[in-house]
């Protein structure tokens, strides 16, 4: 089993920053990939960021140039950058962590961005 801890979620307004944090415990042993996730309401769960173990990342087109995913393998923990926020990144961000094809879910952060 893992186990996702997010943190760094808030109330911002247009244009500014947050940063969110994932930790990752327990069996954290061959996690191949891990990302980010959003799901506003009334709407499905969409991928807002991923990257693998070599690093590769993958963006929505939507946060693309203003989003960036990064990685710390020593200390299990994947980061968001978020700049130049806008109102429409208003979600609940869920980090996900996936493992030899079995998927991990941490409980969710709130973002919220005011006009």
């Known amino acids: 089993q893992v186990q996702l801890v997010e943190s760094g979620g808030g109330l911002v307004q247009a244009g500014g920053s947050l940063r969110l944090s994932c930790a990752a415990s327990?069996?954290?042993?061959?996690?191949?990939?891990m990302g980010w996730y959003r799901q506003a309401p009334g709407k499905q769960r969409d991928l807002v960021a991923s990257?693998?173990?070599?690093?590769?990342?993958n963006y929505a087109d939507s946060v693309k140039g203003r989003f960036t995913i990064s990685r710390d393998n020593a200390e299990n923990t994947v980061y968001l950058q978020m700049n130049s926020l806008k109102p429409e990144d208003t979600a609940v961000y869920y980090c996900?962590?996936?493992?030899?094809?079995?998927?991990?879910w941490g409980r969710g952060t709130q973002v919220t961005v005011s006009s």
């Open positions: 327990g069996s954290i042993f061959s996690i191949n990939r």
């Open positions: 996900n962590a996936v493992q030899s094809m079995r998927w991990y």
């Open positions: 990257i693998t173990n070599g690093g590769s990342t």
